[in-house]
């Protein structure tokens, strides 16, 4: 099963387990959102919204809020010593799709446990000496 959502004025195609990148949310790192946007359940047979299907929705879990990549606005106009050099960088929140809600249900899956580091053993003896 597959749905499209609209968040940040974008569109998504989204399966459970899927990570995306989106315009910045609100919520906390780990806690779990319900976004209610949703254009199109697909699957078997498919449920198109009219704008939006009725009782629909997806449960995601926020893993982190980052900033993109720089992007550079230089504007120069020849001859006249006349330049402008403007940055930005967009804020973005990483979100793990846990699930796809239908009838208005919510969601059973909680956040994932943050996995721990594994330290060699190796790496053990040289610490300790």
Not at 6 to 17: H, L, W
Not at 31 to 41: A, D, K, M
Not at 70 to 83: D, E, G, H, M
């Given at each position: 099963m597959?749905?499209v959502?609209?968040t940040?004025?974008k569109?998504?195609?989204?399966?459970?387990?899927?990570v995306l990148?989106?315009?910045?949310?609100e919520g906390?790192?780990?806690?779990?959102?319900?976004?209610n946007?949703v254009?199109?359940?697909?699957?078997?047979t498919?449920?198109?919204?009219?704008?939006t299907?009725a009782g629909?929705?997806?449960?995601?879990?926020?893993?982190?809020h980052?900033?993109?990549?720089?992007?550079i606005?230089?504007?120069?106009?020849?001859?006249?010593?006349?330049r402008?050099k403007?940055?930005?960088?967009?804020?973005?929140?990483v979100?793990?799709?846990?699930e796809?809600?239908?009838d208005g249900?919510k969601p059973t899956k909680g956040?994932?446990?943050k996995?721990?580091k594994?330290?060699?053993?190796?790496?053990?003896?040289?610490d300790?000496?």
């Amino acid at each position: 099963m597959f749905a499209v959502i609209k968040t940040g004025g974008k569109q998504y195609r989204v399966v459970p387990d899927d990570v995306l990148e989106v315009g910045k949310i609100e919520g906390e790192v780990g806690s779990i959102l319900q976004l209610n946007e949703v254009l199109v359940l697909g699957g078997d047979t498919p449920v198109l919204g009219v704008p939006t299907v009725a009782g629909a929705s997806v449960a995601v879990e926020v893993l982190d809020h980052k900033r993109g990549p720089k992007v550079i606005a230089f504007k120069k106009r020849r001859r006249k010593n006349s330049r402008r050099k403007r940055g930005y960088r967009d804020e973005i929140t990483v979100l793990r799709i846990s699930e796809i809600l239908t009838d208005g249900a919510k969601p059973t899956k909680g956040p994932r446990p943050k996995r721990e580091k594994v330290v060699k053993e190796a790496d053990k003896d040289a610490d300790a000496a």
